[in-house]
């Protein structure tokens, strides 16, 4: 008999990237248009002639920087490659063989990859009429096996967000044992200011945890670098499972650029807003029927015509993300980029 891995991984999802197409508009990742601000770039440019030593497998001077950002102690902080990365290391940290995690469904894909990579049994409640998540029944989905439940504030793929006095009442009925991760990496986009801070409720709770990431408002989805805001036990059990230097030395320094340089990228965020409100504000004109969105994306609730949809796109040079059998994302871009998404969608047959 051959070695063998285990059987389950038959099973297991692949991510599914957004796709690259030569020549044509990318809407499919959600990635910043605009490229690293130039005093980021020439902090990596910099840093990239150290790259034969090991980065600080710590992550300690960036992990401090953002202990003062946040205003907690940096027993609090757990930076991650990526928070898809610091996702899978909750499962792991939380979560013994067969135990659960409850999330919504259709929301960030990779939820159901990380669970069953640690083994965990995954619990898929499906988002409401809305498409927002339908918290009563993550509450119900909850047994005395569950260990994490994820709420992804505002959600990937629907854009939609869930409120502050919702989400309160919400964590008040959670049992104490288990841990909310509220995954908010599209938070730097949300104008809604009924909208919570995750942050305000790890302060006052002993069972929240909030994920962030530097990929998208920061413009460094190829560094890869995201960070955990939560209980010191849980960020503790998070960093022992922490795949050493996974956190790149560039990561790390252009990290810190990065906050050194915040006040410009957010201003760069309230303007992808605007344009968000502009292409949805469109597409409503043409008949479509389009969620309000928090992110740095617009879901279009296609069903069936998904494949469609993303066929049409594509024979107009613009790629975007189709999900069969629900809808599409398209990542809000620059100005022209977004007016010619718009002239392809108007000539979609509907």
Known sequence: M?????????????YVAGRTVPDAIKLSSNESPGGPLPSVAKAIAAAASDVNRYPDNAVTQLSQRLADKVRLPVEQIAVGCGSVSLCQQLVQAMC???????????????????TQVAAAAQVRVPLDATL??????????????TRLLFVCN????????????????????????VLVALDEAYREYVTDPGVPDGLEFVRERGNVAVLRTFSKAYGLAGLRVGYLVGPEEITSAVKKVYVPFSVNALAQTAALACLDAEDELLARCTQTAAERERVRAQLCDLGYEIPESQANFVWLPLGERALEFFDHMLANKIVVRAFQGDGVRVTVSSPDENDQFLMAAATFPR
């Not at 927002?132 to 005395?144: C, E, F, K, Q, R």
């Not at 505002?154 to 044992?177: E, I, K, M, Q, Y």
């Open 2 to 14: 051959s070695v063998q891995p285990r059987v389950d991984l038959d099973t297991l999802p692949s």
């Open 96 to 114: 013994a063989p067969g135990e659960e995690v409850v999330f919504a469904w259709r929301s960030f894909e990779a939820y159901p990859t990380v």
């Open 132 to 145: 927002s998540h339908d918290l009563d029944a993550m509450l119900a989905a909850i047994t005395p096996r």
């Open 154 to 177: 505002p959600n990937n793929p629907t854009g939609t967000a869930v409120r502050r006095d919702a989400l309160a009442r919400f964590l008040d009925a959670v049992p104490s044992n």
